[in-house]
């Protein structure tokens, strides 16, 4: 006999979801602090989106999950040397290297973890191939995953999908997600 599979919609149960805000730097959403991005102005679309909506919206989803006793998880793009040599090739190849010791590297301050809430240095785009995330999920019970962040085509989709991958009922917020232009966002 098969067992009966959970929907893809059914309500949350209190723990056993978790909160996974991807990448929510200083570095790439304070304007002028991305070296790959110069050229970016505080009016670029990326800087728009994330400060009127992005932001905003995933200090709700934040405010939310503390008041209901949901573990939050917040994963960084940061090296675990200061040289960067641990860094996958692509962020070599890149490049994109934010060293331990530089402040910029934290999450904006609106975001930034609180109490014991864990926070997880990757050095790939995804967080499932360079953090050990998917031990801690399922040490903490979590069954259900809620994931907003940034890059959405990029460090999100590949959170969402190598999440469910294993397992986990994952939901994209995706208003609580932004990528360099509303076409890649969508894509």
């Not at 960067?84 to 692509?90: H, K």
């Amino acid at each position: 006999m098969t067992p009966s599979l959970p929907k893809r919609n059914e309500p949350f149960r209190a723990g056993e979801t978790a909160l996974l805000l991807v990448d929510m730097q200083r570095v790439w959403l304070e304007p002028g602090a991305d070296p790959a991005h110069p050229e970016r102005g505080p009016d670029h679309y990326f800087y728009r989106q994330t400060a009127s909506q992005t932001i905003p919206n995933q200090e709700r989803l934040l405010a939310a999950a503390r008041a209901n006793g949901v573990e939050v998880i917040h994963t960084i793009i940061q090296s675990l040397t200061e040289d960067g040599r641990d860094r996958s090739l692509d962020h070599k190849l890149t490049p994109i290297h934010i060293a331990p010791s530089r402040p910029e590297g934290l999450p904006v301050p609106s975001l930034a973890p609180v109490g014991d809430e864990i926070m997880l240095p990757k050095t790939s785009s995804g967080v499932f191939n360079s953090t050990n995330i998917d031990y801690v999920l399922k040490n903490l019970g979590v069954r259900y995953l809620v994931v907003a962040g940034i890059m959405t085509d990029q460090c999100v989709d590949m959170a969402v999908r190598d999440a469910a991958d294993r397992g986990y009922l994952v939901t994209c917020v995706s208003d609580a997600c932004a990528a360099a232009s509303q076409e890649r966002h969508d894509g």
